[in-house]
């Protein structure tokens, strides 16, 4: 059965989005089949995934306003497992758009519906912000991700985005579908500070068994692998934030399977 998760927190700079291209390399590696789709203006996913910015006509937003297919919007990677819906940066007045669609909450959901089984996972990731963007990303799931940075204010924020949670879970009821909060990721963490270890501490205690075994840490080697445009597992497989991803996808995969 195939999973489409949400990676969501509305703070930016937390790791969403080097979470989605890693956790999508990884499970790759696993021999996965994946559709990544990217969701923030700043199309940093997609470029991640080598896909040049000026290579292609339609984007993600193009499914949203209902000027593009499905099919005319799916790339293809270097990576025959990895299928990407490409984001466009410089989009403006799409969530304007979106407000005067009737079915503006499940526009996502619908165009899902008909290819999901093709994939193993789908894998969203969110902009920073908990408008309708996010909110079809989150109807269209069966999970949700939530990247939390261990540092100082990790907690921030996270009010608000289990508040949007809970709607999109009361509305999906309504369907018979439902969207668990499939895990809670530590990010960054840096082992010659402290306060990281406190905010594990904070995060453990208040989501508990939610919170990933998974921790990965603040590694240079990370934002150098984004500044190439491809994925850390891939520009350095040995590294520590590689290896933590790893890690997570094998993770991923059990608690999938476990329901
Ligand atoms: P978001 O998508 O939540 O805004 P990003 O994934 O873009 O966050 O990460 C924010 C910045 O932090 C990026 O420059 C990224 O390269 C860097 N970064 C992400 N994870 C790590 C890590 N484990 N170690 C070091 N830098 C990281
Ligand atoms: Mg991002």
């Known amino acids: 059965?195939?999973?489409?998760?949400?990676?969501?927190?509305?703070?930016?700079?937390?790791?969403?989005?080097?979470?989605?291209?890693?956790?999508?390399?990884?499970?790759?590696?696993?021999?996965?089949?994946?559709?990544?789709?990217?969701?923030?203006?700043?199309?940093?996913?997609?470029?991640?995934?080598?896909?040049?910015?000026?290579?292609?006509?339609?984007?993600?937003?193009?499914?949203?306003?209902?000027?593009?297919?499905?099919?005319?919007?799916?790339?293809?990677?270097?990576?025959?497992?990895?299928?990407?819906?490409?984001?466009?940066?410089?989009?403006?007045?799409?969530?304007e758009k979106i407000i005067l669609d009737s079915n503006r909450d499940y526009i996502l959901h619908s165009m899902l519906a008909n290819i999901k089984d093709d994939y193993d996972y789908i894998l969203i990731d969110c902009p920073p912000s908990l408008g309708y963007i996010t909110t079809n990303a989150l109807m269209a799931s069966d999970g949700v991700m939530v990247?939390?940075?261990?540092?100082?204010?990790?907690?921030?924020?996270?009010?608000?985005?289990?508040?949007?949670?809970?709607?999109?879970?009361?509305?999906?009821?309504?369907?018979?579908?439902?969207?668990?909060?499939?895990?809670?990721?530590?990010?960054?963490?840096?082992a010659r500070v402290n306060s990281g270890y406190q905010v594990v501490n904070e995060i453990k205690t208040y989501f508990n068994e939610k919170v990933f075994h998974t921790i990965i840490p603040r590694n240079i080697t990370c934002s150098n692998a984004t500044f190439y445009g491809v994925p850390v597992t891939v520009f350095s497989p040995k590294s520590k934030s590689s290896i933590g991803y790893k890690k997570l996808a094998k993770e991923v995969i059990r608690r999938h399977e476990q329901g």
Do not use: W
């Open 147 to 190: 990247p939390v940075q261990c540092e100082f204010l990790a907690m921030d924020g996270l009010t608000q985005l289990l508040n949007t949670v809970r709607l999109v879970q009361t509305k999906k009821k309504l369907n018979h579908e439902t969207l668990t909060i499939f895990g809670v990721l530590l990010t960054m963490l840096d």
């Open 1 to 95: 059965m195939s999973l489409t998760i949400s990676i969501a927190n509305q703070k930016g700079g937390v790791g969403k989005t080097t979470t989605a291209i890693n956790l999508a390399s990884s499970l790759s590696d696993l021999g996965k089949k994946i559709l990544l789709i990217d969701l923030d203006y700043q199309a940093n996913a997609t470029t991640c995934m080598g896909i040049n910015r000026g290579s292609f006509e339609k984007s993600v937003f193009d499914l949203f306003t209902r000027e593009a297919s499905f099919d005319e919007v799916r790339l293809k990677t270097k990576n025959e497992l990895i299928d990407v819906l490409p984001a466009r940066t410089l989009v403006q007045g799409i969530e």
